[in-house]
């Protein structure tokens, strides 16, 4: 039997936003595993920034796809997407 810990499968959340139609940022796509890694690749694939988090990533893969993001979570949120304004405003980006 194999005594070395076992490291959990990588998580990922992608959040959409679109100021026009919503009040706050949903969960558009999540998962574990090799979900979580093409979730992430086609993220890159796109251009999309990646923050890794993993205590956030926890939290937000408890809602469910198409949720809102719960008040009590705008402010580690407003912090992601200070990161993403920041970073796409260092590329010459336009913001979204």
Known sequence: MDDRPRTPPRRAVALGYDRQKLAAP???ATGAGALAERIIALAREHGVPIREDRDL???LAKL???DTIPAELYPV???VFAFV???NDAQGSRRP
């Open 85 to 87: 304004y920041r970073l």
């Open 57 to 59: 990533v926890q939290l």
């Open 77 to 79: 949120i407003a912090e």
């Open 26 to 28: 949903q969960v558009v």
């Open 64 to 66: 469910d796809l198409g």
